[in-house]
Structure formats: structure tokens, C-alpha cells
């Protein structure tokens, strides 16, 4: 059990990745905090958690604001007493447009989100975190490794995340406190399964045909599910990576080699 009597908060709980890492958890031993602006998919989740045999608690929550954010630490600290690690999953896809025609106040907003919403997060946990030898994971992305039109936006967003993770690692380490991000690539969830699904009514070939040809770019001919990139994300907030930190872990089946 690699997160055995460990508390989780999870801060952006979605029906892919994010719900994935709380039950994995919960798998692996530990009480999880759940947190999303969608109550509805917080108390779906919460029940995969319990039924896992471990302690959900879900905060309904805008992680674009202050107030907001120290409910759901107080909550969390409230219920459980520590928190162990965070994983920052919150993501609102920013304007695909080329950066040379995106609106601005597009980026402004998006950066609130994919940006800001991560480091009030662990500012507001960083005295729990401390007193618990915690850490973080945050979700970035491997739109990294590319600069491909019309990507431009989203790898801003992201190349900032990544940013704010390595400098918090530098600030953090000396008390105690480690830092790290994934970067997956496709995950093959609902969402991507409707995509590939509309790819091919549009192109009139079959959902499969859409699946192979992007499965082709990868090292391992498949792209990762979501529980395959949860699993890199507890690895990171687990003592196996006790030695770990201010590390971004590429997890794409070998799209991208970093």
C-alpha cells in the first residue's frame, strides 16, 4: 500500500484522469479530499472511494478563489487533521488559436485557471504540507514537448505551470515539502473516445482506424489510460519518490522521449 492512512486532496476532480487518482488512492491506502466545482461528480466519486474500503470527504469548490480555496483546506484539515500530498488536476482548455490572433482576454482567463488556481492551491496547504513532509503533483501536459499551430495558448498556460511547479520545488524542498508534474499525452478516456468517434464520422472510416493512426506515433502502438497515468502521479507523491522533486514525468507510451 503505497499511501497507506495518507491524506489526498485532489483539486479538480473530473470523470477522467482526476477521478482516477482518487480512487487509485483509495486503492493504495488513503483517505482522499475531493474537490470540484461539480457536486454531482464529487459524490459519484466520493462513493468509488468508499467503496474502496477508504475515507472520501467532497468540498465543492472554485479554485479561482481565495476564500473558496481556504474552505476547502480548513474542510479537509477539519475532517482528517493532515493533508499528505495534492494533486492539482484543474484545467480549462484555453482558446486554440494561433498566438498571433488569440484574444488576450482569453489567456487572461485561462491562465486564472490552468495557472493560478495551482499556486493558490498550495499556498493556501503549503503549513499543512509542511507539517506532514508532503508534496504536490500538478497535471501538465505534453503539448510541452511541441509547438504546433494552434497549440500556441494552451502550451503558455502549460510552459507557465510548469514553471510555477519547479520554482515552488526550489522553495519548498528546504522545508520538507517536494514538488513534481506529469505530462500525459492522449489518455484514452471518454472524452477522446468521443473525439476519435466524431474523427471518423467525419471522415466516414472507422472509430479503430482514428485509434491506430494516433496509437502509430507511440513507442508502445497504444495510448495510456487514465489509470496508467494516475499510477505515475501516487509513484510521485509516494515515498519511492521520496528523493524526487522539481521533476516533470512524461507519461505518453513513448510519443514524446524527454
Known amino acids: 500500500m503505497l499511501l497507506a492512512d495518507r491524506v489526498v486532496l485532489v483539486a479538480g476532480v473530473g470523470p477522467g484522469l482526476g477521478q482516477a487518482v482518487a480512487v487509485r488512492a483509495a486503492q493504495q491506502g488513503a483517505d482522499v479530499v475531493l474537490a470540484a466545482r461539480s457536486e454531482w461528480l464529487l459524490t459519484e ?68 485557471v490552468n495557472v493560478l488556481a495551482a499556486l493558490r492551491t498550495v499556498r493556501a496547504l503549503t503549513p499543512a ?24 495558448p494552451y502550451k503558455v498556460a ?54 491506430d493512426e494516433v496509437a502509430a506515433s507511440t513507442d508502445l502502438r497504444r495510448l495510456p489510460l487514465p489509470d496508467e497515468v494516475a499510477d505515475a502521479v501516487l509513484f510521485l507523491v509516494s515515498d519511492l519518490a521520496r528523493a524526487i522533486t522539481g521533476q516533470c514525468l512524461d507519461v505518453n507510451c513513448g510519443e514524446y522521449h524527454h
Open 45 to 112: 466519486v466520493a462513493g468509488k472511494v468508499t467503496a474502496a474500503g477508504r475515507r472520501a470527504l467532497a468540498v465543492p469548490t472554485d479554485l479561482t478563489g481565495d476564500a473558496a480555496v481556504q474552505h476547502l483546506v480548513d474542510a479537509a484539515l477539519g475532517e482528517f487533521g493532515r493533508v499528505d500530498a495534492l494533486v492539482h488536476n484543474a484545467f480549462a482548455m484555453p482558446a486554440m488559436r494561433s498566438l498571433g490572433k488569440v484574444d488576450l482576454a482569453d489567456m487572461r482567463t485561462s491562465h486564472e
Open 129 to 152: 504540507l509542511i507539517e506532514s513532509g508532503g508534496s504536490v503533483v500538478m497535471v501538465n501536459s505534453a503539448v510541452l514537448r511541441h509547438s504546433r499551430r494552434p497549440f500556441g
Open 158 to 211: 502549460k510552459a507557465a505551470l510548469l514553471a510555477v511547479a519547479q520554482n515552488l520545488a526550489s522553495e519548498l524542498g528546504p522545508r520538507g515539502v517536494r514538488v513534481n508534474s506529469v505530462a500525459p499525452g492522449w489518455i484514452w478516456a471518454d472524452v477522446l473516445r468521443a473525439w476519435f468517434d466524431f474523427q471518423a464520422s467525419e471522415r466516414g472510416v472507422p472509430a479503430q482506424q482514428i485509434y
